[in-house]
T-cell receptor, first 112, second 113 residues
Framework: SQTIHQWPATLVQPVGSPLSLECTVEGTSNPNLYWYRQAAGRGLQLLFYSVGIGQISSEVPQNLSASRPQDRQFILSSKKLLLSDSGFYLC???????????FGPGTRLTVT | AQSVTQLDSQVPVFEEAPVELRCNYSSSVSVYLFWYVQYPNQGLQLLLKYLSGSTLVKGINGFEAEFNKSQTSFHLRKPSVHISDTAEYFCAVRNTGFQKLVFGTGTRLLVSP
């Protein structure tokens, strides 16, 4: 069966520091991968999605970036964090033939 | 652009009472519809989905939803809620041929004894 991992689970970082969040999927090949951010009391905002290695689509212009170095690995990065980057970051996957997305456990990021 | 409206940000209900969480979407073209549940500090879990066929869809944990094309709605219902149903519920829509889901802002269901 398929599983999705995210780490770290929680992270506290100072303003201006770099960021790297990792997401990996097991049990499937060539999945579509997604990064979402959920701010406190708000819905989900799609940040990036990828349909294949090295293929990244950005939904919201900001100081975040994403990369997909391997088929089942999706990384969210920033060179300099802002206070507004705080939130709950969720990774999700879907196969090309499925209609729904499956979510990871999330990473709680607090920028101080 | 596609949008999803969940009119109720919070729904308080007593245990064993029925509940309906409302969801409306903007597009009249063919869509796929989903309900997800999120417990505190966890990811989203798929409750149910409508792809085609019967407009009444049954999901996990006793939830069901009805697709109404004329009213562009996909309301979630449960005849008798439990304390453990306390969570955030998200409605989502995907246009056929697209890879992205559009989510509503969520409804917090608060079940009290």
């Amino acid at each position: 069966s398929q599983t999705i991992h995210q780490w770290p689970a929680t992270l506290v970082q100072p303003v201006g520091s770099p960021l790297s969040l990792e997401c990996t999927v097991e049990g499937t090949s060539n999945p579509n991968l997604y990064w979402y951010r959920q701010a406190a009391g708000r819905g989900l905002q799609l940040l990036f999605y990828s349909v294949g290695i090295g293929q990244i689509s950005s939904e919201v212009p900001q100081n975040l970036s994403a990369s997909r170095p391997q088929d089942r690995q999706f990384i969210l990065s920033s060179k300099k964090l802002l206070l507004s980057d705080s939130g709950f970051y969720l990774c999700a996957w879907a196969t090309g033939g499925s209609y729904e997305q499956y979510f990871g456990p999330g990473t709680r990021l607090t920028v101080t | 652009a596609q949008s999803v409206t969940q009119l109720d940000s919070q729904v308080p209900v007593f245990e064993e009472a029925p509940v309906e969480l409302r969801c409306n979407y903007s597009s009249s073209v063919s869509v796929y519809l989903f309900w997800y549940v999120q417990y505190p500090n966890q990811g989203l879990q798929l409750l149910l989905k409508y792809l085609s066929g019967s407009t009444l869809v049954k999901g996990i944990n006793g939830f069901e939803a009805e697709f109404n094309k004329s009213q562009t709605s996909f309301h979630l219902r449960k005849p008798s809620v439990h304390i453990s149903d306390t969570a955030e519920y998200f409605c989502a829509v995907r246009n056929t041929g697209f890879q992205k889901l559009v989510f509503g802002t969520g409804t917090r269901l608060l079940v009290s004894p």
